[in-house]
């Protein structure tokens, strides 16, 4: 193996990451929903980092935890508001499950795969304003601040391997199912099953970086929920699991902000028959802000209106858009190729589809289990 790709460090694949913000155990639940949105609008990752004392990262939590919480908690959806005042603290896992794990700027690239594959999620790199190649700032640009540090992600060292697949290529043409990489155990439910018995699922998907699959009872994908598209709504999502299907729930998510109207009467009435008054309330309210920016916009001009409009459901499966189709291979289908499908659009797994079995699911390849490979070829 090339000594040159050994003797990186981690902070040479933290060069240009921002500092990553971050909430202290005591904050409110209220301010961590508050800085997700912030997040989100930034364009970064949407988690947020939980500290505690001496600033020691003690986990992260995303929009798909929140969510979770207030579908999981008795009074959650009964008084929404009560909740967002309890402490971050009261999200975190119970489980250790999603683990994050400090690793130093100085630790090699082989001690960062083995952390991750020994159980991390996600490492937390402290930034130094100096480093190897003194290029490791802030989110600004200029010197980190003290306690100030980033996420290194399996999506990074999967590039990083991608970046050198040179040195691999006894592997890296060999398909996913000769390397054993297809799993069989995904998470998944059916279409028609209630989104809140998806809740369990949606958890562990968090822990995994990965997804639930939505599967017709003679095997079919027809969908995901995964904490990604989950991050692109708000608390409000809490109100389509508690009332709506598998099926419904993607369609909701997919078009948050101006859901078919159909769905969003059913989560009314749903959220009316349990006597969620407080959270229907609030349903109510979001769609009378949506329907005013949405007239606001259409009279500007019909260019902007156009983009305003409601999204009609396209042809396919349960009228979800094609834009967020799960990414999908073949058994086939060779390691770098998965991979570069896999970073190409941002998710840490690819569904994998039997072509011999009438493109039934067959299983999952995950980031985790493509990272095991290249330690494999290190030893």
């Known amino acids: 193996m090339a000594v040159s790709f050994l003797a990186n460090e981690v902070s040479d694949l933290c060069i240009g990451k921002p500092a990553v913000r971050s909430l202290p155990l005591s904050a409110a639940s209220g301010d961590l929903a508050a800085a997700l949105r912030r997040v989100a609008r930034s364009g970064a990752a949407a988690c947020v980092a939980v500290t505690g004392p001496a600033r020691t990262v003690v986990g992260r939590v995303g929009l798909a935890d929140v969510l979770c919480f207030l579908c999981t908690d008795p009074e959650a959806l009964a008084r929404p508001a009560a909740v967002f005042s309890k402490p971050v603290s ?41 480093g190897r190649r003194k290029q490791l700032g802030g989110g600004g640009g200029g010197a980190s601040g003290a306690g100030d540090f980033c996420w290194l992600t399996q999506e990074d060292l999967v590039r990083y391997f991608l970046n050198s697949i040179g040195l691999f290529y006894h592997v890296a043409a060999r398909s996913v199912s000769s390397l054993g990489l297809v799993r069989t155990d995904f998470l998944s439910v059916r279409p028609g099953e209630a989104a809140l018995s998806a809740v369990p699922l949606i958890r562990r998907a968090v822990a995994t970086e990965t997804a639930v699959a939505v599967v017709t009872e003679d095997g079919h994908l027809v969908g995901e929920i995964s904490p990604a598209l989950l991050a692109a709504c708000d608390e409000t999502a809490a109100a389509a699991i508690a009332t709506l299907s598998a099926a419904d729930l993607m369609a909701y998510v997919d078009y948050f902000g101006s859901p078919p109207e159909h769905i969003l009467r059913a989560v009314k009435a749903g959220l009316k028959d349990k006597g969620l008054d407080a959270m229907l309330a609030l349903i109510e309210d979001e769609t009378l802000s949506s329907f005013s920016s949405l007239s606001s916009a259409s009279s500007s001009s019909d260019e902007e209106a156009g983009r305003a409009q409601l999204r009609r459901p396209s042809s396919g499966s349960y009228g979800r858009r094609s834009a967020e189709e799960p990414v999908v291979c073949s058994p086939a289908s060779s390691l770098v190729a998965v991979m570069v499908q896999a970073l190409a659009h941002r998710v840490s797994y690819v569904w994998v589809l039997d072509e011999d079995n009438d493109c039934r699911l067959a299983g999952i390849v995950t980031f985790a289990d493509v990272l095991r490979v290249f330690r494999e070829q290190l030893l």
């Open 90 to 130: 009261a999200l975190l896992p119970k489980d250790g499950a999603g683990e994050v794990r400090r690793v130093d700027p100085r630790s090699s690239i082989l001690e960062a795969l083995d952390a991750i594959l020994s159980g991390a999620q996600v490492l937390a790199v402290p930034l130094r304003a100096g």
